[in-house]
């Protein structure tokens, strides 16, 4: 996706937003690679869309991926990640970004919550002050241990060396 499609995806999510505020609604943003959908990424997404109305999901561009988990990810492509995560029921509008981190969506949203995982302290997350000065509130959510894209993929490049593999 490139940079002017998602300047306009952004823009259309602001005023989504908008109209989301004006009408009480609260508001959940969470973000990440979401690389081979899993099991974890299920639960914890379930858990961020419980604390609000409406769950809106940043999604890292591949480009960004890339540089925050090396040349060999993602192994699933942004469309096809972006399409697998809007069709979970608890997701209601999937994002994506091309930075790093999510500061710059999280200052258009403005959202009431942004979750991210308990394996975060909260000292340590750089978009925690841009969520708190637009009025929101960091919540973290449980870390189900085991359950993450890098263990996913050890274990098939492990079962995959087995004889009985094939």
């Not at 708190?132 to 959510?141: D, P």
Request: glycine share 8%; hydrophobic share 45%; proline share 4%.
């Amino acid at each position: 996706m490139s940079a002017q499609e998602h300047t306009a995806e952004r823009e259309a999510a602001v005023a989504w937003r908008e109209e989301l505020r004006a009408a009480g609604r609260r508001v959940v943003f969470t973000n990440g690679c979401f690389d081979l959908l899993h099991a974890g990424h299920v639960a914890y997404l379930e858990w961020a869309r419980a604390q609000g109305d409406v769950l809106i999901l940043g999604l890292n561009s591949d480009a960004s991926v890339r540089g925050l988990k090396g040349a060999s990810r993602p192994l699933v492509a942004f469309e096809d990640r972006r399409r697998l995560l809007a069709a979970l029921r608890m997701v209601d509008r999937v994002v994506g970004f091309s930075e790093s981190t999510p500061e710059m969506l999280l200052a258009a949203l403005r959202p009431d919550i942004h979750v991210k995982s308990a394996q975060y302290r909260l000292d340590e997350l750089p978009e925690r002050a841009v969520v708190e000065a637009g009025g929101g509130e960091v919540r973290l959510a449980p870390h189900l241990a085991g359950l993450s894209t890098t263990d996913l993929v050890a274990r098939i490049l492990r079962q995959a060396t087995l004889p009985e593999a094939c």
